[in-house]
């Protein structure tokens, strides 16, 4: 019974998160990892704008786990191809990371950033091995759908469907993967897999 109690209470508090994130202008507060990560993304790409050759050396390809360029699991999400890549990336991650450092705690969701990365890398290299050992990735967009993931997840309970017009709905947690599509559509060089299992681990994040 309590189990059950606490599980409704997460689920209405990150449905409200959620609910803030899509129609709220509320920014009362900067939470400061979320804040900082922006502003250091940004300093990177200056940085890798004035030296180009870090951007394949952080990058992470397949045959980085063979090689044992561990640190390329953690520095990926940093770099990204241009400005347009960084603005997408930095506008679509900072309000849902915000919500979620802000219901979580600043060291909580920067264990949650780092672990999503390296996990998704880590995938992401296992199955580089066998269809594409030469195509590295770079930029934050796993963790963007691994949050697009989870805030979909929690929003489902409260609004199990999303209504595209009069007379089309889509189950809410069918959001991230129409997002995928579209984005690979709008730039099709993106990297499909990758946020795919972004995705994967945004839902096990909420599942807990």
Not at 18 to 33: D, I, M, Q, W, Y
Not at 77 to 87: D, G, Q, S, T, V
Not at 140 to 164: D, N, R
């Amino acid at each position: 019974m309590i189990a059950t109690l606490r599980d409704s209470q997460a689920f209405s508090q990150y449905g409200a998160l959620l609910k803030s994130f899509l129609f709220s202008g509320n920014s009362e507060t900067f939470p400061a990892l979320s804040t900082g990560l922006v502003v250091f993304l940004i300093l990177v790409y200056i940085y890798s704008s004035i030296y180009p050759e870090i951007v394949e050396t952080c990058s992470l390809a397949p045959s980085d786990l063979l090689s044992f360029k561990l640190n390329n699991l953690s520095t990926y999400p940093l770099f990204h191809e241009n400005i347009l890549h960084l603005l997408f990336n930095v506008v679509s991650l900072y309000k849902p990371l915000s919500e979620y450092e802000r219901f979580n705690g600043t060291v909580h969701t920067g264990i949650v950033l780092n672990t999503l990365a390296a996990f998704t890398g880590v995938v992401y290299s296992i199955i580089g091995f066998m269809f594409y050992p030469n195509v590295k990735i770079l930029g934050s967009s796993g963790w963007c759908f691994s949050f697009f993931a989870f805030f979909s997840y929690y929003e489902s309970f409260h609004k199990p469907a999303l209504k595209i017009s009069s007379n089309i709905e889509v189950p809410t947690t069918l959001t991230p993967f129409i997002i995928l599509i579209l984005m690979g559509f709008i730039v099709p060089n993106s990297s499909f897999i990758c946020h795919l299992i972004g995705i994967f681990f945004g839902f096990l994040l909420a599942l807990g």
